[in-house]
Nanobody
Framework: QVQLVESGGGLVQPGGSLRLSCRAS????????VGWYRQAPGKQRELVADINSGGTTNYADSVKGRLTISRDNAKNTVYLQMNSLKPEDTAVYYC??????????????WGQGTQVTVSS
């Protein structure tokens, strides 16, 4: 069984920074693509950024230049560095990952989410 656990959320003032972490644990052969999603109250969940196994990244237009996704394969962890935060970044942030087990079967997993609140 595989678990994804997010951490690093919290309350920050506009213009501030946070770093979110998503750590995978369990029976993991390889972590393939990983994405960070967010869902604000009353809105649909949206993709913020993703990174594939080769390190290629992709960002939503609303976060380009402010958020950076990265991964540390040795630690089975993906990060989301969030700078110049705005009130509209307030949401629950979720990690999603395609993970291959030792039987070479790939499954998709979601974390439980971490709250980010940007407010003065």
């Amino acid at each position: 069984q595989v678990q994804l656990v997010e951490s690093g959320g919290g309350l920050v003032q506009p213009g501030g920074s946070l770093r979110l972490s998503c750590r995978a644990s369990g029976s993991i052969f390889r972590i393939n693509a990983v994405g960070w999603y967010r869902q604000a109250p009353g809105k649909q969940r949206e993709l913020v950024a993703d990174i594939n196994s080769g390190g290629t990244t992709n960002y939503a237009d609303s976060v380009k230049g402010r958020l950076t996704i990265s991964r540390d394969n040795a630690k089975n962890t993906v990060y989301l560095q969030m700078n110049s935060l705005k009130p509209e970044d307030t949401a629950v942030y979720y990690c999603n990952a395609d993970i291959m087990d030792y039987g070479l079967n790939e499954y998709n997993y979601w974390g439980q989410g971490t709250q980010v609140t940007v407010s003065s």
